[in-house]
């Protein structure tokens, strides 16, 4: 059975840094592209950054480029996710998710979710 546990959420100033886990269980990061989606208050869950899982290419969406790291420890099945320069905007729930990976047209990649966690919320007040 798959399972996707995330911890690391809270509340933190903006201009702040935060650092979310993803526990993976039930397949390796060999198998599927692994990543962060977040959903803000009364928008849409959109994709923040994921993994390649058949080299190991990371990706951004162009609002976290720069601030946002993301990492994996396979011998942890644990992905991370490490938060700098928090703004307002980055508030939301932060939802780690595995499943095929594909190009865009643009040339950017992203994982087609196939498996979700609960999600941590992240906060940053204005």
């Known amino acids: 059975e798959v399972q996707l546990v995330e911890s690391g959420g809270g509340w933190v100033q903006a201009g702040g840094s935060l650092r979310l886990s993803c526990a993976a269980s039930?397949?390796?990061?060999?198998?599927?592209?692994i990543g962060w989606f977040r959903q803000a208050p009364g928008k849409e869950r959109e994709g923040v950054s994921c993994?390649?899982?058949?080299?190991?290419?990371?990706y951004y969406t162009n609002s976290v480029e720069g601030r946002f790291t993301i990492s994996s420890d396979n011998n942890k099945n644990t992905m991370y996710l490490q938060m700098n320069s928090l703004k307002p905007e980055d508030t939301g729930i932060y939802y780690c998710?595995?499943?095929?990976?594909?190009?865009?047209?643009?040339?950017?990649?992203?994982?087609?979710?196939?498996?979700w966690g609960l999600g941590t919320q992240v906060i940053v007040p204005a």
């Open positions: 998710t595995a499943g095929p990976g594909s190009f865009r047209p643009d040339g950017g990649y992203q994982v087609v979710p196939r498996y």
């Open positions: 039930g397949f390796t990061f060999d198998d599927y592209a």
């Open positions: 993994i390649s899982n058949t080299d190991g290419s990371t």
